[in-house]
């Protein structure tokens, strides 16, 4: 099938970027190889949306599904497995077989965070269990929590746990963190007791978590945190495979790299959302959705009036 | 009184930086001379509001506002007339004699947007006449349309309106215009048609816009366009005061300079939402809040670890 432009990715980004392009008179196909939201369809609660004042993630995904869906944006549970630039169109090759020609292409296709991979996590996830400070912080004030990972991530939760919390742990399994030193000093100035090293064994609770296992990497020894919740910032993976077959530079984290206006480094290729690296939010992923709509569109006259596309 | 930052203004980029500011445990004040929602509140109807399929501008200001409410955000219907820093932190004083003391301040005062001042204008205004072609172009399917100035926006605008309606003018009161000529030259090989040089005297129609009477320059010469929408696109008037007395470093159109974490050029100070000059949409403004209150945050906490403020 044609299309003017072709959408990778059906979260916030994705879903905002076709709403853009429809509403200036460009068709948009949004293709996701699973179901519509992105990261917002697995998140607990939303209470930093404005306009909503606490609405399950689900809930948030679906109405930015329906929205998009009320204003005939074409939506395709298909995986987009390559694109790539033949003559002046784009090609896409679905996971499904079938070949979608484009004349820009917006690429909005996430970031997973990585899973620690212990026993109680996937069980305690959103009871306890976060992988968002910025998106979560608030749940826990006057508790107690550990972060668990030695990246700036986990340094930069640690530190807005800080003021909330009654206490906070920072759980690592080296001596050396990653992170910056002046954030690391920050957090340690402004009270946080360091784990280290120490190796995630087991999230404790039932229904909700009620503590941390963890084990010395030396000495073996073990012990118990006694917690009201674990945030797990040990990394994230940008879904950034299509990204690197199309030849758009990427940073060394796997980011997309875009300016102000969401421009990648091939023209005609635009990028929003998480997987460019910028702040992990909604409201970041729908701005940039709709710049990259807009980039897209001024791209697309302009290749007209040269005649190079019709 | 004091808080850790003071915001000023209460449109979407302003009450999302209130909102992120209390979530990472910090106080914040919202001032506003006027009633909260900015530009939002005076706008008829939002449709590219991702989760709201239709919604009108002023119940949307409400639910943002009720949120920040809901969230602890402090807000206080008072404009801020100067902001000095005095030592280490920042004194305003609001238009009232409160004098108010922050750690860390986010300018989020919007942009208003120049009137023609023709009979009709104001009368019809949301019924036909719009400020904003990339909100309100979908209305305009099918329909005859002009663009009133000659700027990039009104450029853009008269593009964007060209793959929607009908027909599309483009009315300006000099032959020359300011916008980019390769976008003029886009437009009019798309088929706008130039009105020049015509200065418009009126805009007709009793419940919705049926036309607009132009005059011309030289000759004077009368006539009349049978429209169902005037776009006004002759300039907007960032609300940069404040800005200037605060000493930030503004460009040559009057909006305030800040890299994408919305930091402006003075240590402390955030700037986020139109009178940025970044696009002008929802989404915008509440990324750049959300930005510019995590920004303010690292901040503080670093001033704090310093022992600057405590």
Chains 1, 2 share one sequence.
């Not at 640690?158 to 963190?177: D, N």
């Not at 009270?191 to 084990?215: A, H, M, R, T």
Request: hydrophobic share 40%; proline share 3%; net charge positive.
């Amino acid at each position: 099938m044609n299309v003017d432009v072709l959408v990778v990715g059906a979260g916030p980004a994705g879903l905002t970027a076709g709403i853009y392009c429809v509403r200036r008179g460009l068709s948009a196909l949004v293709c996701e190889g699973k179901i519509p939201g992105g990261t917002v369809a697995i998140t607990p609660w939303v209470e930093n949306y404005p306009g909503f004042k606490r609405i399950s993630g689900v809930e948030l995904a679906q109405k930015i599904e329906e929205h998009a869906r009320e204003q005939k944006v074409e939506l395709k549970q298909d995986a987009v497995v390559s694109v790539e630039k033949k003559g002046v169109l784009f090609e896409a090759t679905l996971a499904g077989g079938e070949k979608v020609s484009s004349k820009a292409v917006i690429l909005a296709m996430g970031a997973m965070h990585k899973s620690l991979g212990v026993k109680g996590e996937k069980e305690l996830s959103g009871r306890g269990v976060s992988y968002c400070a910025t998106c979560d912080a608030p749940l826990f004030k006057k508790k107690r929590v550990a972060v668990i990972g030695g990246g700036n991530t986990a340094l930069s939760s640690a530190l807005l746990l800080l003021s909330l919390a009654s206490k906070t742990f920072l759980v690592h399994r080296r001596e050396e963190f990653r992170g910056e030193e002046a954030m690391l000093k920050q957090a340690e100035q402004a009270g946080v007791e360091k784990i280290v090293p120490f190796i995630p064994l087991e999230i404790l609770g039932k229904s909700k978590v009620s503590g941390l296992k963890v084990q010395h990497a030396k000495t073996l020894e073990e012990k118990t945190l006694e917690l009201d919740g674990v945030f797990i910032c040990v990394g994230e993976v940008p879904a950034s495979e299509l990204a690197k077959k199309i030849g758009v530079t990427i940073d060394k984290d796997g980011y997309i790299q875009v300016d102000k206006e969401c421009r990648t480094s091939v023209e005609g290729v635009y990028a929003a959302g998480d997987i460019t690296g910028w702040l992990k939010q909604i409201v970041t992923a729908e701005y940039m959705g709709a710049q990259a709509a807009i980039s897209a569109f001024e791209f697309i006259k302009k290749e007209k009036v040269k005649g190079i596309i019709h």
